[in-house]
């Protein structure tokens, strides 16, 4: 079956620190990759997505890029900000159409 | 647009009481909603598929007389947590899909129920 495996947290940096969030999937096909935001007692945002290989996501100076090759879909960002602290999760969503996380990442930004 | 709200956000109350938690789609019509179980420090997992008018699809292992799903309109949908137990406590969020052809389109999710059973 599909699966999303994300990077451990949690990850604590310096603000205007560079970012990078490891995440690699398993599925058949060719799986839609998406990174949420969860900001503390909120629900999820989608963040930004990538729909086939190459495809390079990007939103609030996040940016994935789609890479078929490793299958991966890493989320990075040259320079983090206090409000970027949050949790985020890796997603793909597969033949099914049902979407399937990875288990998150919690990113606290201090200033 | 495409907003979800769920309520309630937060809710406390004693072992063997049931719970509803609702789902709306605020500003779109969603024939299909989902509810996914967030546990501790790890993801979401899919519980169940709710299509307006039908039945919901439970994933594997989700035991649908505990967990009722009803989705009666094409705004809400609902969550009930029948004779919830300690181990039922956790972080339940909704999403909704936004109308549209097949099953590529986004969902929008609710800000989540945080559910602690005494």
């Known amino acids: 079956g599909n699966s999303v495996t994300q990077m451990e947290g949690p990850v604590t940096l310096s603000e205007e620190a560079f970012l990078t969030i490891n995440c690699t999937y398993t599925?058949?096909?060719?799986?839609?990759l998406f990174w949420y935001v969860q900001y503390p007692g909120e629900g999820l945002q989608l963040l930004l997505k990538?729909?086939?290989?190459?495809d390079k996501g990007s939103n609030k100076g996040f940016e994935a890029t789609y890479r078929k090759e490793t299958t991966s879909f890493h989320l990075e960002k040259g320079s983090v900000q206090v409000s970027d602290s949050a949790v985020y999760f890796c997603?793909?969503?597969?033949?099914?159409?049902?979407?399937?996380f990875g288990s998150g990442t919690q990113l606290t930004v201090l200033p | 647009g495409a907003v979800v709200s769920q309520h309630p956000s937060r809710v406390i109350c004693k072992s063997g009481t049931s719970v509803k938690i609702e789902c709306r789609s605020l500003?779109?019509?969603?024939?299909?909603m989902f509810w996914y179980r967030q546990f501790p420090k790890q993801s979401l997992m899919l519980m169940a598929t709710?299509?307006?008018?039908?039945?919901?699809?439970?994933e594997q292992g989700v035991e649908k007389d505990k967990f009722l799903i009803n989705h009666a309109s094409l705004t809400l949908s609902t969550l009930t947590v029948t004779s919830a137990h300690p181990e039922d406590s956790s972080f339940y969020i909704c999403?909704?899909?936004?109308?549209?052809?097949?099953?590529?389109?986004?969902?929008?999710f609710g800000d989540g129920t945080r559910l602690s059973i005494l």
């Open positions: 999403s909704a899909r936004t109308p549209g052809q097949g099953d590529n389109q986004p969902q929008h």
């Open positions: 599925a058949t096909g060719y799986p839609s």
């Open positions: 990538a729909t086939k290989a190459d």
């Open positions: 997603a793909l969503k597969g033949s099914a159409r049902q979407l399937t």
């Open positions: 500003d779109f019509q969603a024939t299909t």
């Open positions: 709710s299509n307006e008018g039908s039945k919901a699809t439970y």
